[in-house]
């Protein structure tokens, strides 16, 4: 009898209007993490649909685009995260619904790009930012790190420079 799988770990990107940063957060992470992660995406205030402009970019750049929706950040039931990561100021001052699971919270705040003069070029810096900090986030040994250090490496992958 084979060994069971060891269950992916999930993450949820929080951002208010869970149209563009979240969504690409979720999308890179499924594309990027294979198997072993997954990624959701929720708002505090949901627009209701995706910016066409975070489509575009994940599609241009051979992200999957389809059934991501804009939602609200209790909508999830009893589905368990293991990490909760805020990419807006305003998501991460806000009070989170409780998730059951490890749901240790980080933040990765990066700017809107629904709002930016020049979108094609905050969307483009939005998605490296994004796919830098998922890369850096893939690496880390979540199981051989304590609840601290992960929330400190989480915030500190967070705080580059990209």
């Given at each position: 009898m084979s060994?069971?799988?060891n269950p992916p770990t999930r993450v949820l990107f929080l951002c208010t209007g869970n149209s563009c940063r979240s969504i690409i957060g979720e999308a890179l992470l499924n594309h990027?993490?294979?198997?072993?992660?997954?990624?959701?995406?929720?708002?505090?205030?949901?627009?209701?649909?995706?910016?066409?402009?975070?489509?575009?970019?994940?599609a241009s750049k051979g992200v999957k685009v389809d059934g991501y929706k804009s939602k609200k950040w209790d909508s999830f039931g009893e589905i368990s995260f293991d990490l909760v990561i805020t990419v807006c100021d305003n998501a991460a001052a806000e009070t989170?619904?409780?998730?059951?699971?490890?749901?240790l919270k980080g933040h990765w705040g990066l700017p809107d790009p629904a709002y930016a003069e020049k979108k094609e070029e905050a969307f483009q810096n939005t998605f490296a930012a994004l796919q830098k900090r998922i890369a850096d986030l893939l690496v880390l040994p979540l199981d051989k790190l304590t609840d601290k250090e992960v929330v400190k490496?989480?915030?500190d992958i967070g705080k580059q420079i990209d």
């Open positions: 060994p069971k799988p990027m993490g294979g198997d072993r992660w997954e990624g959701h995406s929720a708002g505090s205030k949901p627009t209701g649909k995706v910016h066409p402009g975070a489509l575009e970019i994940l989170c619904p409780y998730y059951v699971g490890r749901g490496k989480v915030n």
